[in-house]
């Protein structure tokens, strides 16, 4: 059990990583992607070890709701790249102070 | 019919006149003028036919009613109602009221219809017979209240009618606004006399408790000579009452100019009417009068004074109703003298038989102007400077106006007191009542009457006699029938009055017994009636030398004015009692309203209190407020307030990088922070 745990905290610190330090928006997207599969991971390990079914469950909601955000997500780098021609982030700084 | 019932009418006196003069007043313009016309008079007549009822009532029951219509103030201890006094003093009046006026309203429907078009208004017709019925309605409520306060209400009626008619057509007259000033100087005058009323009324009720006569007089019989000092201060009051609106001295002024309402207002209101209303109130307080010390004695000098003072002003008018209106104002003094001397019959009696033979006068008064304006229209129209009323333009209208010069000869000879017309008698009655009281009264009554006769029989010959002076005067024509039948009426009762209260018989005084007690029948003292009668023969022959003997042409002097003197410049000058009122009062009043106007108003509350305390204080409480208030606090405050938040808004705008990454930090920091805490907690 513990390993699985251990496993699933290292993809998420990598994640939440990726999405602090990465200015490229598809990279970002890709560990927000990471974090997400890190906290599924935990659900299963979880739903093993306490033999419930709620956790699996839970991941298929987790899937779904990914999914979703993927297609919002993309559509939105798309745009920004529309407009700027270029997926950097730090450009797209429009509300600063 | 009992008594009762008959008494029980006396509201529907003061109903018809008013019902008259709301019918005139809603639909006067579409019935026409006759219909006007028949409308006021036919509300008179009924009037007239009520007042008969009443005296046949007081037949029955000789000491009269009071019919109670309606309570009206009730507050603590004054206690006021509508109620009619029916007794024999007040159906006098209303006989005489009902009578004469109803002739007068028949001779006005002629008078008015040719008077609107000779003034070139002749919509005003209705207007007249409405202010004509609202004085019969205030007069017979003045005649009948029962209390002082409801006389006083009629009092004040017929005051205000006067004004009305007297300023009848008020944008006429000398400058356009002679006809008006004389209204106003006749309603401020009346009001002088007015507040007297008011005084004495408030006396009456501070000391007797009531203001209705029949408790007042009871209560001043019943305390007898502890009253005496109330009644002399009441009475006292009352008769400055009685002067304003019986114009005596000092109050007459208004009579000469009142004659600027049209004739029939000169006849029914200021020399039948209205201007006795002051005799009858004192007769009517007779009680009081009794009991009083000075008062009377007061009343009689002023009375005799003020008939001889207005006949020698009479002598030198030239204004033919002038010389009526000063004859009026001689013969209340009459009145007022024979109150003063306690000959309460005697002038009740002259009062209703100067009503029949001076309205007679005015009333012929008005055709001899109507005849004359009828001649300058169709003879002289060019001339607009001319004066109708100016003796001077007229002459040997004797053959001209047949009907009219025989009633107003019959009327001039009734008021000098040739016998046996109704003004020997009465004039006579006063005379011998004067001669036992008074030799002082007396022989100014008898030269005022010796001065009587001379005016009239002067203003008879100028009218009358001789060639006619002018060219209206010689195309002047008779007035229509429906004028000349009411003068014949009142010729009649001019000729026959004296036989109410004539010697030996003496009707009125037992009449008047009933209601006034303790009347003394007069004496008829047969020496005094032959001396006064050659006296005014004396008279009027002395007239007849000085205007008749020898022609009166157009542009001559009066032949007295060679002959008198200075005297003439003084009566010619009506002893300049107006100008020095005007010197006394009006210039003193015009100089303390323009002080007042000046200094107290604009210098003091405009210029001081007002721009300079009031606007000053304001100017300098609102600077305050604006600059040190407003702009210091209140402004400074929001300003810091809106700076704070501005600098605050900086200060967190810096945390805005627009940074995605410096959110997503935020947010992590932000999670870490709560799960700490919800774990450690």
Partial sequence: MTHILVLSGALFTLGAL?????????????????????????????????????????????????????AVGLALIVSIYRSRSSIDIDMVSDLKG | MTAEALFSLAPLLIIFPLVGLLINLAVGRRIGERGVGIVASVAVGLAFVVAVLQLVALGMEPEGSTVHIAEWIVIGQLEVEWALKIDTLSVTLLLMVTGVGGLIHIY?????????????????????FVYFGLFMAAMLLLVTGNSYLTMFVGWEGVGLCSYLLISFWYEKGKDGIGNALAGKKAFVVNRIGDFGFIIAMLITFWFFGTLTFEEVFHEAVFLGPAA?????????FLFVGAAGKSAQIPLFVWLPDAMAGPTPVSALIHAATMVTAGIYMLVRNAVLLELATLTPDIIAI???????????????????????????????????????????????????AHAFFKALLFLSAGSVIQGVEHGQHHADSHNDNFNPNDMRNMGGLRTRMKATFWVYLVGALALVGIPPLAGFFSKDE???????????????????AFLTAFYMARQIIMVFFGKPRSKAAEAAKESPSIMVAPLVVLAILAVGGGLINGPGLLPLTHFLEDTLEGIHEPEFIAAIAIFTTVLALISMGLAWLA?????????????????????????????????????????????????????VDDRFLHDWVHDTVIAQTFVRGTNWLARAFDLGIIDRGFDGLGALTRRGAGGLATLQTGYVRNYAIAVFIGLVLVVSYLLLR
């Avoid at chain 2, 005496?228 to 006292?236: K, S």
Wanted: net charge positive; hydrophobic share 55%.
């Fill in chain 2, 108 to 128: 006005a429907t002629g008078y008015m219809h040719d008077d609107v078009r000779f003034q070139g208004d002749p919509s005003r017709y209705p207007r007249f």
């Fill in chain 2, 430 to 448: 006063i005379l011998a009542d004067a001669s036992l009281v008074s030799p002082a009264v007396y022989w100014v009554l008898v030269l005022s």
């Fill in chain 1, 18 to 70: 990726g999405v602090l330090i990465r200015r490229n928006a598809i990279v970002m997207f890709m560990s927000v992607e990471l974090m997400l599969n890190a906290a599924n991971l935990a659900f299963v390990g979880f739903a093993r070890s306490r033999e419930a079914l709620g956790g699996q469950v839970f991941v298929f909601f987790v899937i779904a709701v990914a999914a979703a955000e993927v």
């Fill in chain 2, 302 to 352: 002023v009375g005799a004074a003020t008939a001889l003072f207005a006949a020698t002003i009479a002598v030198a008018r030239f204004d033919i109703k002038r010389v009526l209106a000063y004859s009026t104002i001689s013969q209340l003094g009459f009145m007022i003298a024979a109150v003063g001397i306690g000959a309460y019959v005697a002038a009740i009696f002259h009062l209703v």
């Fill in chain 2, 228 to 236: 005496a000092t109330a009644a002399t201060a009441i009475t006292f």
């Fill in chain 2, 547 to 599: 205007y008749g003997r020898r022609q009166f042409r157009a542009g001559d002097q009066d032949p007295l004015q060679s002959k008198l003197g200075p005297v003439w410049t003084a009566i010619s000058a009506r002893w300049w009692v107006d100008e020095f009122y005007d010197w006394l009062i009006v210039r003193r009043y015009i100089a303390l309203s323009r002080w007042l106007a000046e200094s």
